[in-house]
């Protein structure tokens, strides 16, 4: 009845080298003008998973809830580097669907945020193509990436950014996405459900704290997770 799952990243002898993705100044701008590449960080992540009515029953200390989640793959692809906004589309609706939700009610997009010049737009493509099938509403959920504070952590990104936003639940606060000075050219925010969180803020939606996750693979395997 419970799960421990995580990721690990270490680096050894200079860590991984992909000149292709790789930011020529040492820093992630997600979404932003300069945006030139990712930066690589070592990290090791682990949760407890456990079904809610065991946790209750048993009075364990209740993190946040996962309420829905998807898996797809690109299949066939232009390149290791080259993500596919359609099939990122389609495992966000998926999650979203799974999840029982309205979309409406996210405030919170955790994304995955490499920082790469062909990267951000299409995960933003993907991610306002989802929410364009449910609501015409714009600028009404943040944005960001733990990335720009700790680097890509590969393997571990994905349960790095699930620890983000629950600590951001926990402070009823959303943190930061620094680097972030001028917009993508290339993304239209202003036309868009979302806007990127570059300060802390208090954050007080309506309903319950619910939010997205998106980690997306190298072997183009894209997850999206829903919790609140």
């Known amino acids: 009845n419970l799960s421990i799952v995580g990721g690990l990243n270490t680096e050894f002898q200079g860590g991984m080298t992909m000149d292709s993705v790789e930011s ?5 701008r997600t979404f932003d003008a ?8 070592e990290g090791v992540a682990l949760t407890l998973l456990k079904p809610l009515k065991k946790a209750l029953a048993d009075g364990d200390h209740i993190h946040a809830v996962i309420k829905g989640s998807a898996i797809n793959n690109d299949g066939a692809s232009n390149g290791l580097t080259a993500p596919n906004a359609e099939a990122q589309e389609e495992v966000i609706v998926k999650a ?3 999840a029982g939700i309205n979309p409406e009610t996210l405030s919170y997009i955790e994304a995955h945020g490499t920082g790469t010049v062909l990267g951000d737009p299409i995960e933003f493509k993907g991610l306002t193509g989802a929410f364009r099938r449910y609501t015409q509403k714009k600028q009404f959920c943040a944005i960001g990436s733990l990335k720009t504070n700790m680097g890509h952590l590969v393997a ?10 629950v600590k951001q639940m926990q402070h009823k606060q959303m943190a930061p996405t620094i ?3 001028e917009p993508n050219p290339y993304i239209s925010f202003q036309t868009s459900p979302l806007y990127v969180n570059d300060q802390l803020s208090n954050w007080q939606p309506n309903g319950p704290r619910r939010a997205a996750i998106s980690s997306f693979g190298f072997s183009h395997t894209n997850c999206h997770m829903v919790i609140e």
């Open 156 to 165: 571990a990104s994905g349960c790095a950014s699930l620890f983000k936003v």
């Open 34 to 41: 300069k945006a030139n590449g990712t930066v690589w960080g």
């Open 24 to 28: 020529s100044d040492g820093k992630i």
């Open 179 to 181: 680097n972030f000075s």
């Open 96 to 98: 979203w669907e799974n």
